[in-house]
Structures are given as structure tokens and as C-alpha cells.
T-cell receptor
């Protein structure tokens, strides 16, 4: 099955720094989702994007749905220690269809 | 509170034994999913079920089996045919009938299976 290409695989940053990660695909998705997974837990939805070119914010998080429908990025501003975890992108072709996940970005924030 | 429960949190089995992982939801969701998570590989779909008494193979179904006899339950059996069963297993559910542009999948807390 297809998987999305997510980068970087891991990031080590200082508290207060901004973070950027992205996902690319060889095929089109009509919905892009970004999840966060705390250590030893299940992923939780952060942001959903369903319009090409859309830029959406949720607090310190900003995500964009690429105009080609083949990519998306997530920015985290002014990182804090509780931002630590694994961030996953996911694409969905149509409403109700399965999700395809990226490999994840492991974020470490040093206080 | 509504949610998805997976039990147990940690599970140890000897090689060659079958083991069943539990997933229960009280969200009244029709669709349920099983994913496997290995370091650096994201979430890979094992099996999914859109409705009671029906399920489909995902991308890595070999060595696994499921049943969906009740709406709220979707147990996963890891059989001895699964060559590398040690992993973190996540269950998820969603309600495809809800209005809106996307279907959020809600995840359980996961079960870490270690085969010795």
C-alpha cells in the first residue's frame, strides 16, 4: 500500500524555536490530516484540511494543503516541551475512504 | 465517557502462540480499523470493518485475523503465521454517516505486543 513521504524523520530543537515538517505524495488526496502521538498513546487529530491551497491555524499550529493536492506542511511556532511526540500526516482520497499515513516526524524539544 | 479502549496495554507471548488483542468502542461508530506501528514506518493498515459482520484486508493482513460480531467490538488475532509480530498495535474508529468534509478517526491507547 502507498505511504506518504514525510520529512524530516526526526528533529531536535530548543524550546521557543519554530518547527516545520512536510508530507508529499505521488497521488492526489482530497483531505489532509495532521495527528500528534504522545509517547505510548494513540494519535490525536490536530488539524484537518480539505480545500486545496487552504491555510489553517490552531493555536501555535499552522498547516497548509498544497495547491496540487499532493503535499501538505505543518508549522509549530514557539515550541514548548509538551510539543514532544510523533507527528503524522495522513491523506484521504474521499470522505469515508481509508487513511494513508506518513512515516512520522519525531520531535524532541529541549527546555 | 465515550471512547476506545484497548486491553491490555502490554502483552507478552511466546513465539508460536496465537494472541488476541481487544478493541472496544462506545462511540456508536460503524467503521473500525487496526493499525500496526513500527519505529520509523508510520501506521500500516492491517484490517478494517465498515459495518458489523463485514471486514476487509488492509495492506499487511498476512498472519492476522479479525471478527466483527458486534458493532462495539473488533478483536485482532495475531497468529503464529505472522513472522514478526512484535509491534505497537492501534485500533481506531470513525462514523462515516456524520456530516462534514472529512471523517475523523479516533484512536485507542494502543497495545504493545512483545513476542519472546
Amino acid at each position: 500500500g502507498q505511504q506518504l513521504n514525510q520529512s524530516p524523520q526526526s528533529m531536535f530543537i530548543q524550546e521557543g524555536e519554530d518547527v516545520s515538517m512536510n508530507c508529499t505524495s505521488s497521488s492526489i488526496f482530497n483531505t489532509w490530516l495532521w495527528y500528534k502521538q504522545d509517547p505510548g498513546e494513540g494519535p490525536v487529530l490536530l488539524i484537518a484540511l480539505y480545500k486545496a491551497g487552504e491555510l489553517t491555524s490552531n493555536g501555535r499550529l499552522t498547516a497548509q494543503f498544497g495547491i496540487t493536492r499532493k503535499d501538505s506542511f505543518l508549522n509549530i511556532s514557539a515550541s514548548i516541551p509538551s510539543d514532544v511526540g510523533i507527528y503524522f500526516c495522513a491523506g484521504q482520497v474521499r470522505r469515508g475512504s481509508r487513511l494513508t499515513f506518513g512515516e512520522g516526524t519525531q520531535l524532541t524539544v529541549n527546555p | 465517557d465515550g471512547g476506545i479502549t484497548q486491553s491490555p496495554k502490554y502483552l507478552f507471548r511466546k513465539e508460536g502462540q496465537n494472541v488476541t488483542l481487544s478493541c472496544e468502542q462506545n462511540l456508536n461508530h460503524d467503521a473500525m480499523y487496526w493499525y500496526r506501528q513500527d519505529p520509523g514506518q508510520g501506521l500500516r493498515l492491517i484490517y478494517y470493518s465498515q459495518i458489523v459482520n463485514d471486514f476487509q484486508k488492509g495492506d499487511i493482513a498476512e498472519g492476522y485475523s479479525v471478527s466483527r460480531e458486534k458493532k462495539e467490538s473488533f478483536p485482532l488475532t495475531v497468529t503464529s503465521a505472522q513472522k514478526n509480530p512484535t509491534a505497537f498495535y492501534l485500533c481506531a474508529s470513525t462514523d462515516p454517516r456524520l456530516a462534514g468534509p472529512y471523517n475523523e478517526q479516533f484512536f485507542g491507547p494502543g497495545t504493545r505486543l512483545t513476542v519472546l
